[in-house]
């Protein structure tokens, strides 16, 4: 079983869904959640960048972690076709080097 | 306001050929990361620069595999007698600092022929 895990998708959504996308992890020493986003072609770019569990916003998207579940999610509001893309949950204990851990991402496809 | 460069974007070699990738990370971070990225599968960590401190280099799937940062600046991941499965994207990230988020470049894709 990977150390984290995330549903490949495609999801498909019309334009100004809400979209939730999820990883589920299995090692309780996690404490410093990240969502990538990965447009075809170039690098994983930061989206959210969270500690421990809660809540984070930011414009139309909100990062949520549960820590007691081991499970984060990815709340993008009004989603437009720009969104669409391949959205990659990363995670790391935070103790010494900082070796992430990767999800294998998630393909959102959002049609106008 | 650069961020992380890499070249090349491309790269296409033949099996058994040695490679060099390279890495430039945004001025005044001090941590640089590789990873690699095959179809369909997440980022898998190869190595780690922090600092002046020796590398992390406990993802390097075999000897083949090595890297160096020059001044703690650019880094460079060499691999050496290429084989088929070594075909993948290769990124780059660096951070300020190791506990901080970590910034990508574009990556290189090799394919080996």
């Known amino acids: 079983q990977k150390e984290v895990e995330q549903d490949p998708g495609p999801l498909s959504v019309p334009e100004g869904a809400i979209v939730s996308l999820n990883c589920t992890y299995s090692?309780?020493?996690?404490?410093?959640f990240m969502w990538y986003r990965q447009y075809s072609r170039k690098g994983p770019e930061l989206l959210m960048y969270t500690y421990s569990s809660g809540n984070k916003e930011d414009g139309r998207f909100t990062a949520q972690v549960d820590k007691s579940s081991k499970y984060i999610s990815l709340f993008i509001r009004d989603s437009q076709p720009s969104d669409s893309a391949t959205y990659l949950c990363a995670m790391t204990s935070g103790t010494g080097f900082q070796k992430l851990v990767f999800g294998t991402g998630t393909r959102l496809l959002v049609s106008p | 306001g650069a961020g992380v460069s890499q070249s090349p974007s491309n790269k296409v070699t033949e099996k058994g050929k040695d490679v060099e990738l390279r890495c430039d990370p945004i001025s005044g971070h001090t941590a640089l990361y590789w990873y690699r990225q095959s179809l369909g599968q997440g980022l898998e960590f190869l190595i780690y620069f922090q600092g002046n401190s020796a590398p992390d280099k406990s993802g390097l799937p075999s000897d083949r595999f090595s890297a160096e940062r020059t001044g703690g600046s650019v880094s460079t991941l060499t691999i050496q007698r290429t084989q088929q499965e070594d075909s993948a994207v290769y990124l780059c990230?660096?951070?300020?600092?190791?506990?901080?988020?970590?910034?990508f470049g574009d990556g290189t894709r090799l394919s080996i022929l």
């Open positions: 990230a660096s951070s300020l600092a190791g506990h901080q988020p970590q910034h």
């Open positions: 090692n309780s020493a996690f404490q410093y």
